[in-house]
Nanobody, 116 residues
């Protein structure tokens, strides 16, 4: 079955960096556009970044453009998110999944907290 295991979150001060990883299984990873999403307390889940499967074209939400970088390794079925210059408003649980139609199965996510 489809599974996502996200890792790499934590507590970081404003201006700091984190690198998130997602291990995917149960589907042909190289056939799918992959994305990172996040959900802050009391808010709906939002798309943060996505990367196509072959050309590795990337797109970002305006709120993270220039600070976050998404990448993937099709040989290892992994997708990563390098987050720099973190802000308190980046605090959320971060998830990976396919795009535009996400699989019904979501991982547990990884908590990112940006606070001094």
């Amino acid at each position: 079955q489809v599974q996502f295991v996200e890792s790499g979150g934590g507590l970081v001060q404003p201006g700091g960096s984190l690198r998130l990883s997602c291990a995917a299984s149960g589907f042909t990873f190289s056939n799918y556009v992959m994305s990172w999403y996040r959900q802050a307390p009391g808010k709906e889940r939002e798309l943060v970044a996505r990367i196509t499967n072959i050309l590795l074209t990337t797109n970002y939400a305006d709120s993270v453009k220039g600070r976050f970088t998404i990448s993937r390794d099709n040989a290892k079925n992994t997708v990563r998110l390098q987050m720099n210059s973190l802000k308190p408003e980046d605090t959320a649980v971060y998830y990976c999944n396919a795009y535009p139609r996400a699989f019904d199965s979501w991982g547990q996510g990884t908590q990112v907290t940006v606070s001094s």
